[in-house]
């Protein structure tokens, strides 16, 4: 039987009888999310909710690190302000390393996202010191990345992640093949099969496939029709609400072969259609099929907030 990763990103206010199902399930938790200072000083997660059970079931905990402010803002000007200090950088690694040790975490994930083009090295720089720090005493350097299927991608989601340099630093890549249906999009499926196999193909030529991870979405979204851009807003729903909803409208539930991904339609009272595209057992297995064939090291789910009642 073909073996493979399974990480599991969670907040730590997730449901604790959910919790308990995922975990037989995982290998590793990624507690979502520390934050860090323009110094390098960490902003500590609360996160012994989710560090607490993994440890006791076996599974190792990941402190999620992405630049996020005191007040929980996202904002990717605070890595630049560590970039351009070197003091910075090294205070940060020293704080990660620490906190790993303090908290008995296995290790950090990196999840910069938006960064512009021009600190991509530094990036791959920043990742590369915390896995030479943390390797030799086996903790795991991670990094999630923007899912690419070229170099020269433009888009400031894509331009700051340097596939080969990231591949090179860190010891797996976790790529986001997710996203593609999304709240402010039009209408489509969260993971187009096609476009899942795309990313993986490049992400094959800068890397090893033993260091890849990827990206699986537990989620799907409810649009209002017609779809109008910049007004038009997806409702995010989990799995089971998708299926319940079908079910609530006395409406099937359709398969689309090419994407790989269930959807279906219904009409409001108020005369409004709807579509909905979600995630069930045979779109997962479908992707599952994809770690295998190409050799993959693993999956990464975002999120595992809910039970997935296909199981892995």
């Known amino acids: 039987m073909f073996e493979f990763i399974v990480n599991g990103y969670a907040y730590p206010w997730i449901n604790q009888d959910t919790l308990k199902w995922w975990l037989p399930r995982l290998d590793w938790l990624s507690a979502f999310s520390y934050g860090f200072t323009e110094g390098g000083e960490l902003v500590n997660l609360q996160d012994y909710s989710l560090t607490a059970p ?34 910075a950088v090294e205070n940060l690694i020293n704080n990660i ?106 992400g094959l030529t800068e890397m090893p496939a033993s260091r890849i991870l990827m990206g699986m979405s537990n989620y799907g979204y409810d649009w209002a029709l017609p779809f109008v851009k910049g007004e038009s807003r997806a409702e995010k729903l989990s799995n089971y609400q998708a299926q319940a909803r079908a079910e609530y409208y006395g409406v099937a539930v359709q398969y689309d072969e ?7 339609t219904y009409t409001t009272p108020a005369g409004v259609d709807h579509i ?30 809910n039970v997935f009642y296909g199981g892995i």
Request: hydrophobic fraction near 45%.
């Open 276 to 305: 909905v595209w979600f995630e069930n057992e045979k779109s997962w297995q479908a992707r599952l099929a994809l770690v295998e064939e190409y050799g993959l090291a693993g999956v990464s789910i975002w999120n595992i907030m």
């Open 54 to 87: 993994a440890n006791a079931a076996g599974v190792r905990p990941l402190m999620v690190l992405t630049p996020m402010d005191a007040q929980g803002m996202f904002n990717d000007e605070i890595a630049v302000k560590v970039f351009d200090n070197p003091a």
């Open 258 to 264: 090419e994407a790989q991904a269930p959807f279906f």
């Open 97 to 202: 390393e620490r906190t790993i040790k303090e908290k008995n975490l296995g290790g950090v994930d990196f999840d910069f996202e938006f960064l512009r083009a021009e600190y991509a090295d530094d990036y791959v720089a920043l990742v590369a010191g915390a896995a030479r720090r943390l390797r030799p005493q086996g903790y795991l350097t991670t990094a999630a990345l923007a899912p690419k299927t070229s170099a020269g991608q433009p888009g400031l989601l894509y331009q700051g992640h340097d596939y080969k340099g990231m591949g090179q630093a860190a010891d797996y890549c976790l790529l986001m093949t997710y996203e593609w249906g999304y709240t402010f999009g039009p209408p489509m499926p969260v993971s187009p099969i096609a476009n899942v196999r795309r990313v993986i193909e490049y």
